[in-house]
């Protein structure tokens, strides 16, 4: 079996310009910090993140902002980041605001290669503004498009050498769906251990969406 590790040191191989990220996590928490860090050394710019939200200066994916590697957002709130809603408002970066049960839920059509669905959620609001609106049985619904990304980064509590993750209490928010949404994923976890060590009813991500796994 090919080795899936990779050292922290050669993530900006995997990185370029302009490219999008799905990321995990809720407020940082569960977001990878050694990853968001080597993507920072990188000094890749112009990128477009994807995730529930844009945590705070210093932590989760709030380091990428506050150094000017974002050209775009999409998040569901950004209000625990000042950053960001000032470079929004600076008009210096784009930021898409989606409700969350709908970002989720663009997120897993992405990785179960749907184009989109329909929602009630946002008619009538901002939201609906530039999107397609399907009636069905006198309700109307929004056509939201389905979300996909060059890659996505996850933090995992426990990996083995094929891949297969196990998430650690509320650090488990949205990695699962983000792993199933990008042509790449790169994992990073707390503890690497053999395979057959995860009991596979533990498996939340299994190995055969993850390419590479860093240990820290």
Sequence with gaps: MKSKELAVDRIAE?????MSILFG??????????????IMDSGVKELTIIGNDTAFVDTGVGPLITHDRVRKVIATHIGLN?????????????????PQGTLI?????GG???????????VGTVVEDGKQKITIQ???YLLEQALRADLAIVQAHKADRAGNLRYRLSARNFNPIVAL???????????????????????????VLVDYIVCH
């Design 181 to 207: 949404a990008a042509d790449k994923v790169i994992a990073e976890t707390e503890h690497l251990v053999e395979v057959g060590e995860i009991d596979p009813d533990d498996v939340m991500t299994p190995g």
């Design 112 to 122: 179960a290669g749907l184009g989109g669905f329909l929602t009630p959620t946002g």
């Design 138 to 140: 006198g309700v109307e």
């Design 105 to 109: 839920e663009r997120i897993r059509c």
């Design 82 to 98: 000042p950053e960001t809603g000032r470079r929004m408002m600076a008009a210096e970066m784009e930021v898409e605001l989606v």
């Design 25 to 38: 996590g809720f407020m940082g928490n569960g977001t990878p910090k050694a990853i968001v860090q080597a």
């Design 14 to 18: 995997h990185l370029r310009d302009g």
